[in-house]
């Protein structure tokens, strides 16, 4: 479900959404997402200072409580 939301969010940013890929590190407790994108999306993914990536694991980390996981987002460059 957490990884599907990530798609779907990046997916709707990027100029490629072909190159989208999304991996998921799954621990006991901690779900680690990967996310990589094509290099001409990379920064429309992080954003002006951040943002978008902030937005982005602020989302994850209120879906992932649902759950009852953590789960951590890394922007693969």
């Known amino acids: ?4 939301l990530i798609e779907f969010i990046a997916k ?3 100029d490629n959404p072909d ?3 999304v991996s998921e590190i799954e621990g006991e407790k901690t779900s680690v997402f ?3 994108v094509s290099k001409d999306d990379l ?3 992080i954003g002006k200072q ?4 902030r937005a ?6 209120a879906a992932s409580t649902k759950v009852r996981k953590r789960a951590v987002l890394e922007i693969i460059e």
């Open 56 to 61: 982005m694991r602020t989302i994850l980390s």
């Open 19 to 21: 190159m989208v890929k």
């Open 12 to 14: 709707a940013l990027v």
């Open 34 to 36: 990967e996310l990589s």
């Open 50 to 53: 951040g943002r978008t990536a």
């Open 43 to 45: 920064g429309k993914v």
């Open 1 to 4: 479900m957490l990884k599907e």
